[in-house]
């Protein structure tokens, strides 16, 4: 255990990240106005509803602004009986590596750790909102840098996301993330898998509210996510990126990129214990709990970790964790590490005993 313990600190804490020095165009204002367009102007986004629908042409209507021939594509599901649709629009499609942003824009039906009403629909400023609002703003900005990244990026909108069951279901018997895993099993009707190949995946889940402090989601590619972390400190954000974040694992909608081989990160707070944004499946997740800095901090730290990694920068040398997927080397070398341990732990007590009893043997017969 100490030598996995120490093996995945040399290899995935101690690398160096350097941030290009880029004025960052993300502007918070603006994410804050498309976090009220979903919330305030269309209303609830739940799935089947008028609202939802809404929803997905507005998506549309915003990335037509920005250019009115950008190619998207539907991917439509049903849940019992529902009909669903994940939304994906894709930038720089003549490049062969691919940069996945997403979010979920569902909001949750039912507000069932509300104090007062679990009945009443959650209108889900941050817990999917935000995460939109970000992307939408990323588009606007990484569009204008187009010509000078080296990735494909592909901006994706979960649906059917946040219906599943904490102390009861938001629709009765959804499963959390329906819309990615669904997604995922499709995957390859999206992609060349001949031409094509992704770099990594970067989730956004309830980036928006007060207090913003995000978690080490242990699902996640921890090259990935710490690399993220790190250009986010280096920016000053050092309260929403902790040294020594707090750690546990969630079933989100980058699960089902990782268990198909994407190095993916989930950028999320605690919302199950969390005083300093107590709000999560509650009718208070709403507008009034949603911080233009934090996404700003969201919104100018996945722009600055595009251009580290992708931007053509003549005068700046890349520094950071790159390739991500080493995790699963990680991963190999730590099962490798274990099964020596208990090799070690087992087999010597027992070769002692045996040796023991050898010399102890040869002892008798020598009297």
């Not at 969630?250 to 990160?265: C, L, M």
Request: glycine letters at 4%.
């Amino acid at each position: 255990m100490t030598l996995i313990i120490l093996f995945n600190t040399i290899f995935t804490h101690n690398t160096i990240v350097k941030n290009v020095n880029i004025e960052l165009e993300f502007n918070e204002e603006n994410a804050f106005i498309y976090v009220k367009n979903q919330t305030n102007d269309i209303g609830l986004r739940i799935p089947g509803t008028d609202q939802h629908k809404q929803c997905l042409s507005f998506f549309i209507s915003k990335f037509k602004e920005i250019n009115s021939s950008f190619t998207y594509s539907f991917h439509n599901f049903t849940v019992l009986g529902i009909n669903c649709s994940n939304l994906l629009f894709k930038m720089n499609e003549e490049k062969e590596n691919i940069v996945i942003l997403g979010a979920h824009f569902d909001s949750r039906k039912r507000a069932t750790k509300d104090p007062v009403n679990t009945s009443a629909p959650v209108p889900g400023a941050n817990d999917g909102a935000s995460g939109c609002a970000v992307l939408l703003e990323l588009a606007r900005v990484l569009y204008n840098k187009r010509d000078n990244l080296s990735c494909q990026i592909w901006f994706l909108f979960f649906d059917a996301e946040d219906q599943g069951r904490d102390l009861d279901f938001g629709i009765p018997d959804w499963e959390w993330c329906e819309g990615s895993e669904r997604f995922v099993n499709n995957i390859e009707d999206y992609y060349d898998t001949s031409e094509e190949r992704f770099e990594c995946m970067v989730l956004l889940d309830m980036v928006g509210g007060v207090n913003l402090k995000f978690i080490k989601e242990t699902h996640s590619t921890s090259l990935l996510l710490d690399e993220i972390f790190k250009v986010g400190r280096q920016l000053g954000y050092t309260n929403a990126f902790p040294e020594s974040p707090e750690s546990n694992s969630i079933k989100d909608d980058h699960v089902y990129f990782v268990e198909y081989g994407i190095p993916s990160a989930d950028l999320i707070i605690n919302f199950w214990n969390n005083p300093s944004w107590p709000y999560h499946h509650t009718t208070e997740d709403n507008l009034s709990n949603i911080s233009n800095y934090s996404l700003q901090i969201t919104g100018r730290t996945v722009e600055q970790f595009i251009y580290n990694k992708f931007l053509n920068e003549s005068n700046f040398e890349y520094q950071g964790n790159y390739p991500w997927n080493l995790d699963n080397i990680f991963i190999d070398y730590n099962l490798y590490f274990q099964i020596s341990f208990l090799v070690i732990l087992i087999i010597c007590p027992i070769l002692i005993y045996i040796i023991t009893l050898a010399k102890d043997k040869a002892k008798l017969n020598n009297l």
